[in-house]
């Protein structure tokens, strides 16, 4: 921090720009201000979800934020903060995105529709849900089930939940796996708008250790968990949550999107609603155009 703080001062730069993390750009925003710097924050702190007191620091130290999740405006707004909502960068990855041909011919032989089963990248989610989601597969047997590997794993770790089933893992490969899903299985988090923005439906999954969970209801403010509903404000994916994932309503919610052909059509329907609000790709070129005109606007002052 010292020495970062000794940089910015050498170097009297006019605009510091920062990037998520808040725990250590907050402390370097203040540094930042109080040099007389504009301070500029790309990717709003999670602030909507919890410690909301924390948008006075954010208010008082930042001159402009750049807000990634269209409902973070108004969020700001009811804080007397004006805000820019430019867009959201997954937006911008997906479109970049080359879909490999011979996907379905190498992971998918059997010509099965394919259910993707996303359960995360971290152990403990991994080991809390995949068996689960692997049990509800065996419910049915006229699809093709693949998982979404994580890259800090390898395919040896997968063995041990997946007994010598015939479902196969794919790693580095999940936007090909979306690209090629009939529907999927998804932990919270940020693969649920990803999931969504490929348009399959979906059903969102969390299981956590029974304190923090606790201990999150007590202070999380927000009354979803995954984006794809907290951008519209109203249910879309079905969220099972703890005691409610379990293998059978897993299979029950899954059956509404594989053989519900109605309820599978109003989620797809839904996701275009959602599509719209997100907007087009080109999140940090309009976050660096908007630095630039805000950078020559201080100058002129």
Not at 234 to 248: F, H
Request: aromatic share 10%; glycine share 4%; proline share 4%.
């Amino acid at each position: 921090m010292a020495a970062c703080k000794k940089d910015i001062a050498a170097w009297q730069p006019d605009v510091l720009i920062l990037i998520d993390f808040p725990g250590f750009n907050l402390r370097i925003a203040e540094f930042a201000k109080a040099k007389g710097m504009l301070v500029c924050y790309y990717i709003s702190p999670k602030v909507w979800a919890w410690n909301q007191k924390r948008v006075l620091k954010i208010k008082r130290i930042v001159d402009h934020l750049f807000c990634i999740l269209p409902f973070e405006v108004d969020f700001y707004k009811n804080w007397d903060m004006e805000v820019d909502y430019v867009g959201n960068p997954l937006l911008d990855a997906i479109a970049a995105f080359s879909p490999e041909a011979n996907f379905n011919l190498k992971h998918n032989p059997t010509g099965k529709k394919i259910i993707a089963l996303l359960p995360g990248s971290r152990k403990q989610e991994i080991s809390r849900l995949l068996p689960d989601m692997l049990a509800a597969a065996q419910n049915f047997s006229e699809y093709q089930f693949i998982v979404a590997g994580a890259p800090t794993f390898d395919q040896s770790y997968y063995d041990q939940y997946l007994n010598n089933s015939n479902i196969p893992v794919v790693f580095n490969a999940t936007y090909d796996l979306l690209n090629n899903a009939y529907a999927a299985l998804v932990t919270s988090g940020t693969a649920t708008l990803e999931t969504a923005i490929f348009e399959v439906p979906q059903v969102v999954l969390y299981k956590g250790g029974a304190l923090s969970v606790t201990i999150a209801r007590a202070l999380v403010k927000i009354k979803f968990i995954s984006l794809v509903n907290l951008i519209v404000n109203k249910k879309i994916v079905t969220e099972l949550i703890q005691a409610d994932c379990n293998v059978d309503t897993i299979t029950s919610e899954l059956e509404k999107i594989t053989r519900n052909l109605l309820a599978r059509q109003e989620m797809l329907d839904e996701y275009k609603f959602l599509l719209a609000k997100l907007g087009e790709p080109g999140a940090s070129e309009r976050t660096a155009s908007l630095i630039v005109k805000y950078a020559a606007q201080k100058k002129a002052t």
